[in-house]
């Protein structure tokens, strides 16, 4: 089982910045890849950027330039450092991991409860 807890929403002036935090927890093994998806009220939820244990990133074409994630493996930690946000930011944000556990190692995704983030004057 793993548990994810994210930090960091809130609301924002448009050009303003935040940054997210993810921490992972439980009986787990590893953690390979992990990441950040939005969801905006009415609309699917999508990618924004993820990470591998590597340290390999992938971006949305919206978050490119604007965001950067981070890992930290030895604490189970993702970051999301949010730069130039705008109103087409505002999304509950959610973090997300795949987890392998034994001992077959079998890999499980797991989801946060998610975390609002606003941006609005």
């Known amino acids: 089982q793993v548990h994810l807890v994210e930090s960091g929403g809130g609301l924002v002036q448009p050009g303003g910045s935040l940054r997210l935090s993810c921490v992972a927890s439980?009986?787990?093994?590893?953690?390979?890849?992990m990441g950040w998806y939005r969801q905006a009220p009415g609309k699917g939820r999508e990618l924004v950027a993820d990470i591998t244990s590597g340290g390999s990133t992938t971006y949305a074409g919206s978050a490119k330039g604007r965001f950067t994630i981070s890992r930290d493996n030895a604490k189970g930690t993702i970051h999301l450092q949010m730069n130039s946000l705008n109103p087409e930011d505002t999304s509950a944000y959610y973090c997300?991991?795949?987890?392998?556990?034994?001992?077959?190692?079998?890999?499980?995704?797991?989801w946060g409860q998610g975390t609002l983030v606003t941006v609005s004057s």
């Open positions: 997300n991991a795949r987890a392998v556990f034994g001992p077959l190692y079998r890999e499980l995704e797991a």
């Open positions: 439980g009986s787990f093994l590893s953690l390979n890849t």
